[in-house]
């Protein structure tokens, strides 16, 4: 048994039924994603347009592709006849920017309001009153998006009362959007590091990357 696929399956053991497990493929070749798609994974994540656009024309049509890095609005164009989900959006101007471009395939994009949960700055994301603001906006204009959930990524720390404090915060916002949004059912929360305590505060979709393929050689 190949190393990817001892990989996944371990990891899928060790996962609730109701948690979707997102392989991030950024920086690998194409034949390690073949490798997973051969254990029976369908969902794959990447960070970068052109990279995910030039791996969905090499591989098996019945991929889901995530898109979970910082979007460019101008690239936005490149993946909108396949994209299945977006996690990073942080503006309206992006939503209406994918609403135009998913328009022009006559398709409806899911998206994710990426919430800012962690300490560093570099991190991309909306406040909590940011995310309701847009959800109480002109977005029922947008008939081509479909707001179904938030993503959320936590600060790089083994500090493990941190991440702690910062899932929990952002499961408690998500509780309450539910209420309100009910078409709003993924939380996608955890990594390679620390999709366990993601998956304890509410995660139902984890992305996970070198614990699948191994490390990575550079960190985009
Ligand atoms: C790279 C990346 C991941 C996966 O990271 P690993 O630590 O390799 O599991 C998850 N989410 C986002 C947004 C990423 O950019």
Redesign the pocket.
Known sequence: MSTIQNNLDTIKASIPGGVTL?A?S?TKPISDIQEAYNAGQRVF?E?KIQEMVSKYDELPKDIQWHM??HLQRNKVKYMAHFVDLI??VDSLKTLKEINKQAQKHNRIIKCLLQAKIAMEDSKFGLSFSEIETILSSDIVELPNIKIVGC?G?ATFTSDTSQLQKEFSSLQRFFDTLKEKNPQMTILSMG???D?PLAIENGSTMI???????G??NY?P
């Open positions: 997102v991030v950024k994540g960070n979970i890095g996690h990073g993503m990524m990594m390679s590091g999709y992305r996970v990357g070198s614990s699948i393929f490390a990575r960190n």
